[in-house]
């Protein structure tokens, strides 16, 4: 499927930026970059990206935003060359439960699912949210983490991670947004905790991941087609109680945080393996999302 104009996808604007002055930055380099394994069953660190080019049906791609939605429905966009938000709208959907995560397509359409199960389609022009006829808690997966991956046919697929607090994922699947019909992967393979995700366009997955009690975080690159991790490094962002989401854009990761009402927003660099907090955010983001027409 084509990109197209991908209209909903605006240029960033500078006004409304809820934002502190960037934070010191802080480099990591001697976390250890792999689980807490055996020195002969150590996944290795996720490796240096390859100069991906910007697909050609994605001329703006410059342009491209991360959209993140707070724990009180609201919608911005964040615009990391310039580290901005910009409100989009209140996010209205029919359910009187609130977010738990959100991904972003191609074309620039969010979907939601809420703590009760449910998916819903938000527009990141305005804030627009219809329902949707996805069954919750299939295969148990009740809430879950979402992130889209490129498909070699130029269009994506959404991948989802289990998301209970209890133990360990249930692991993978992925949700078609046409027919809304639910595909179970696999079990990640090491086992992975509470986890979201995110993708590129050229069809990589990667799932950043909390622990349970404690802080620090796993950020693991996915198999998608079997839910095997195949690289992970850890983090020393994040913490168990944290709301959390994460996106990927221009070669970096950025990680939004919450333990309370205020999100920390983290660049992560997987070549230098440094961590650096960009910006503060007066609201807890629980979800974020961006196409996979976004810089490589």
């Given at each position: 499927?084509?990109?197209?104009?991908?209209?909903?996808?605006?240029?960033?604007?500078?006004?409304?930026?809820?934002?502190?002055?960037?934070?010191?930055?802080?480099?990591?380099?001697?976390?250890?970059?792999?689980?807490?394994?055996?020195?002969?069953?150590?996944?290795?660190?996720?490796?240096?990206?390859?100069?991906?080019?910007?697909?050609?049906?994605?001329?703006?791609?410059?342009?491209?935003?991360?959209?993140?939605?707070?724990?009180?429905?609201?919608?911005?966009?964040?615009?990391?060359?310039t580290l901005a938000f910009t409100a989009i709208g209140t996010v209205s959907c029919p359910s009187k439960?609130?977010?738990?995560?959100?991904?972003?397509?191609?074309?620039?359409?969010?979907?939601?699912?809420?703590?009760?199960?449910?998916?819903?389609?938000?527009?990141?022009?305005?804030?627009?949210?219809?329902?949707?006829?996805?069954?919750?808690?299939?295969?148990?997966?009740?809430?879950?983490?979402?992130?889209?991956?490129?498909?070699?046919?130029?269009?994506?697929?959404?991948?989802?991670?289990?998301?209970?607090?209890?133990?360990?994922?249930?692991?993978?699947?992925?949700?078609?947004?046409?027919?809304?019909?639910?595909?179970?992967?696999?079990?990640?393979?090491?086992?992975?905790?509470?986890?979201?995700?995110?993708?590129?366009?050229?069809?990589?997955?990667?799932?950043?991941?909390?622990?349970?009690?404690?802080?620090?975080?796993?950020?693991?690159?996915?198999?998608?087609?079997?839910?095997?991790?195949?690289?992970?490094?850890?983090?020393?962002?994040?913490?168990?109680?944290?709301?959390?989401?994460?996106?990927?854009?221009?070669?970096?990761?950025?990680?939004?945080?919450?333990?309370?009402?205020?999100?920390?927003?983290?660049?992560?660099?997987?070549?230098?393996?440094?961590?650096?907090?960009?910006?503060?955010?007066?609201?807890?983001?629980?979800?974020?999302?961006?196409?996979?027409?976004?810089?490589?």
């Open positions: 499927m084509a990109c197209g104009a991908r209209s909903e996808l605006f240029a960033p604007e500078e006004t409304d930026a809820e934002i502190d002055a960037p934070l010191d930055v802080v480099h990591h380099d001697a976390v250890p970059d792999v689980f807490d394994a055996s020195e002969e069953d150590a996944l290795p660190p996720i490796d240096a990206f390859p100069d991906v080019p910007v697909p050609t049906d994605c001329p703006d791609a410059g342009s491209t935003l991360v959209y993140v939605i707070s724990d009180d429905n609201e919608l911005y966009s964040f615009y990391p060359p439960s609130s977010p738990f995560s959100m991904a972003v397509n191609r074309l620039g359409v969010a979907y939601s699912v809420f703590q009760d199960g449910n998916l819903f389609k938000i527009s990141t022009a305005n804030a627009t949210c219809t329902a949707t006829t996805f069954v919750p808690n299939q295969d148990g997966f009740l809430t879950f983490g979402m992130g889209y991956a490129g498909q070699p046919d130029g269009g994506d697929t959404l991948y989802v991670a289990e998301g209970h607090y209890t133990g360990d994922s249930k692991g993978l699947a992925s949700i078609d947004t046409t027919s809304f019909a639910f595909s179970f992967i696999g079990a990640f393979t090491p086992p992975l905790t509470q986890c979201e995700l995110t993708g590129t366009g050229d069809g990589r997955l990667f799932a950043f991941c909390l622990p349970f009690g404690t802080t620090g975080s796993t950020l693991a690159e996915i198999d998608p087609t079997n839910a095997n991790v195949i690289a992970a490094n850890t983090l020393m962002v994040g913490s168990s109680a944290d709301s959390f989401a994460y996106a990927f854009w221009g070669g970096d990761f950025w990680i939004f945080t919450a333990p309370a009402s205020t999100t920390t927003v983290t660049q992560y660099d997987p070549v230098t393996k440094s961590e650096t907090s960009v910006a503060t955010f007066g609201k807890a983001i629980v979800g974020a999302g961006v196409s996979t027409c976004a810089p490589q």
